[in-house]
């Protein structure tokens, strides 16, 4: 499994935990030409984009810290760029979900969801 199939593997591992905690799933891997948005989900009166991060361990630093301030500038434009073509009454929020995977694919994998973390 090449690195673009493990992210999409990641994404659609993290968009299954979201749903079975209760969020609706409304887009996955929504591009702009200034960023992108790994999944934009809704629950309890927000709508949540969400960055997925996906690693094997996090001896060299946690999966959270790879989500820098110009990657939360990106994710943040391709936020406001969704809202103009989606409108929505409910409060935007930004998340991320790390997901720890040793053995890749093929093993157990961690899953930790971090709310409002930017």
Request: glycine fraction near 8%; aromatic fraction near 10%; hydrophobic fraction near 40%.
């Amino acid at each position: 499994m090449d690195n673009r199939e493990l992210g999409a593997w990641g994404e659609k591992k993290a968009a299954g935990y979201l749903r079975l905690h209760g969020y609706k799933i409304i887009e996955m891997n929504c591009r702009f030409r200034q960023g992108e948005i790994d999944i934009v989900a809704s629950k309890r009166g927000y709508i949540v984009f969400v960055e997925v991060k996906l690693r094997k361990n996090d001896s060299y630093a946690e999966a959270r810290e790879f989500v820098t301030a110009a990657k939360q500038q990106r994710v943040t434009t391709a936020a406001q760029l969704w809202l103009g073509q989606n409108e929505t009454e409910l409060q935007p929020r930004f998340d991320v979900i790390e997901i720890y995977a040793p053995d890749g694919a093929k093993g157990k994998v961690k899953i930790n969801h971090i709310e409002n973390a930017f």
